[in-house]
């Protein structure tokens, strides 16, 4: 049965979490991040169809949640086009990221997804959160730490973290990075590939103690403007080790 619900509360937000058949895939946030300390936040929970998500079960958070840590807040593919109508329609569209993660409510979604096979992306400062991030992906929601530049990705993996990275839009590749490989998202090499077919039930994104980083090519209608905005991130990489840009 497809279903769309929006709450004002992660009290809510976590009870309808655990009405979610046991076993099931679970992406949270393809929009939004953690929520943040002392901000109105609304969710939106859904498993209607969506894109390169597939069936599983989503959710949306508004942009109160997002950081100020994150570095494309300005140009965010979430900002513009038909998400965006939904995005702001959650609530206040706050012109400059939070402050603070609020992770006592981080911790209490984690436990209310121990059921599920869950996941989510967060550009909260993973230093600063790491005990929390861990924690969390100890009770079985597995947050993966969000960067734009290949010295940071693997910083944060080296330190116990899953990791994602955004990548050059031509990069098809698998990468050596530092000794941690980095393996490009399957559903961003074959069209009609969503987390629903990711790997025999367990999405890449899920493990969280995978040994390898996943890789993200700047994809969509904002893919230019990212990619201007890391370029300079993976020009210092590629001159640091002698290597050049991919064709």
Same mark, same amino acid.
């Given at each position: 049965?497809?279903?769309?619900?929006?709450?004002?509360?992660? &009290?809510?937000?976590?009870?309808?979490?655990?009405?979610?058949?046991?076993?099931?895939?679970?992406?949270? !946030?393809?929009?939004?991040?953690?929520?943040?300390?002392?901000?109105?936040?609304?969710?939106?929970?859904? !498993?209607? @169809?969506? +894109?390169?998500? +597939?069936?599983?079960?989503?959710?949306?958070?508004?942009?109160? =949640?997002?950081?100020?840590? *994150?570095?494309? %807040?300005?140009? *965010?593919?979430?900002?513009?086009?038909?998400?965006?109508?939904?995005?702001?329609?959650?609530?206040?569209?706050?012109?400059? +990221?939070?402050?603070?993660?609020?992770?006592?409510?981080?911790?209490?979604?984690?436990?209310?997804?121990?059921?599920?096979? =869950?996941?989510?992306?967060?550009?909260?400062?993973?230093?600063?959160?790491?005990?929390?991030?861990?924690?969390?992906?100890?009770?079985?929601?597995?947050?993966?730490?969000?960067? &734009?530049?290949?010295? @940071?990705?693997?910083?944060?993996?080296?330190?116990?973290?899953?990791?994602?990275?955004?990548?050059? #839009?031509?990069?098809?590749? #698998?990468?050596?990075?530092?000794?941690?490989?980095? %393996?490009? *998202?399957?559903?961003?090499?074959? @069209?009609?590939?969503?987390?629903?077919? *990711? +790997? !025999?039930?367990?999405?890449?994104?899920?493990?969280?103690?995978?040994?390898?980083?996943?890789?993200?090519?700047?994809?969509?209608?904002?893919? !230019?403007?990212?990619? =201007?905005?890391?370029?300079?991130?993976?020009?210092?990489?590629?001159?640091?080790?002698?290597?050049?840009?991919?064709?």
């Amino acid at each position: 049965m497809r279903f769309s619900t929006h709450v004002a509360s992660v &009290e809510d937000f976590c009870l309808a979490l655990l009405q979610i058949p046991a076993g099931s895939l679970f992406r949270h !946030n393809d929009a939004g991040d953690l929520p943040a300390l002392g901000r109105p936040q609304r969710w939106l929970l859904t !498993n209607r @169809e969506q +894109g390169k998500t +597939g069936k599983s079960y989503r959710s949306r958070t508004s942009r109160g =949640s997002c950081p100020a840590d *994150c570095l494309i %807040y300005p140009i *965010c593919y979430a900002s513009v086009g038909p998400i965006s109508w939904h995005w702001k329609a959650l609530g206040k569209w706050f012109k400059r +990221g939070a402050k603070a993660m609020d992770w006592r409510a981080v911790l209490e979604m984690a436990k209310a997804t121990s059921h599920l096979v =869950s996941w989510t992306y967060t550009h909260w400062d993973w230093r600063r959160y790491r005990k929390t991030l861990l924690r969390a992906n100890a009770l079985g929601m597995t947050i993966n730490v969000s960067t &734009e530049d290949p010295t @940071e990705a693997v910083k944060a993996f080296r330190a116990g973290l899953p990791v994602t990275l955004v990548a050059p #839009p031509t990069q098809r590749r #698998p990468l050596d990075l530092d000794g941690v490989p980095g %393996y490009i *998202c399957p559903a961003l090499l074959q @069209e009609g590939f969503t987390c629903d077919d *990711c +790997g !025999n039930g367990s999405p890449l994104c899920a493990r969280a103690d995978r040994h390898f980083i996943v890789v993200f090519p700047a994809h969509g209608g904002r893919a !230019n403007k990212v990619w =201007s905005l890391i370029k300079p991130l993976w020009e210092r990489w590629w001159s640091s080790r002698g290597e050049q840009p991919p064709c």
